[in-house]
C-alpha cells in the first residue's frame, strides 16, 4: 500500500520559511495528485494546497496565496510546499495526500504529518 513521509516541520519564527517534502518510498507519485493539508490544534483539517498528477495546476487557500509555493519533482518522487512569510496561524500538523486521478480528493492515501510550529 502506498506510505506517504512527509519531513521539513519545524520551529520557526514569523516571517521564517520552511519547505515540506512528501515522498512515497518504493511507489511512483506520477500518476497522483497530491494535496497539502494542515490541522491545527482544537481546529477542523483544512486544505491547503493542491498539485495536479503532471503539475500543471496548482491551487491554493486563500489564507497562503503568494506566501505558499506547491511543487513536484515526479523524477525524484517528492512533492514540496515551500513556505514563506510564515505566520503564527500557519502552526499545525502538515499532511501530504495522494490521490489517485490528476485532482486532489478526499479519497486519498494520506502521510503521518509533520508538526509546524511558528512562534510570534
Known amino acids: 500500500q502506498l506510505q506517504l513521509v512527509e519531513s521539513g516541520g519545524g520551529l520557526v519564527h514569523a516571517g521564517g520559511s520552511l519547505r515540506l517534502s512528501c515522498a512515497a518510498p518504493?511507489?511512483?507519485?506520477?500518476?497522483?495528485?497530491i494535496g497539502w493539508h494542515r490541522q491545527a490544534p482544537g481546529k477542523e483539517r483544512e486544505g491547503v494546497s493542491c498539485?495536479?498528477?503532471?503539475?500543471?495546476?496548482?491551487n491554493y487557500a486563500d489564507s497562503v496565496k503568494g506566501r505558499f509555493t506547491i511543487s513536484r519533482d515526479n523524477a525524484k518522487n517528492t512533492v514540496y510546499l515551500q513556505m514563506n512569510s510564515l505566520k503564527p496561524e500557519d502552526t499545525g500538523v502538515y499532511y501530504c495526500?495522494?490521490?489517485?486521478?490528476?485532482?486532489?480528493?478526499?479519497?486519498?492515501?494520506w502521510g503521518q504529518g509533520t508538526q509546524v510550529t511558528v512562534s510570534s
Open positions: 498539485i495536479s498528477s503532471s503539475g500543471g495546476r496548482t
Open positions: 518504493g511507489f511512483t507519485l506520477d500518476y497522483f495528485a
Open positions: 495526500a495522494a490521490s489517485y486521478g490528476t485532482r486532489c480528493s478526499d479519497d486519498a492515501f
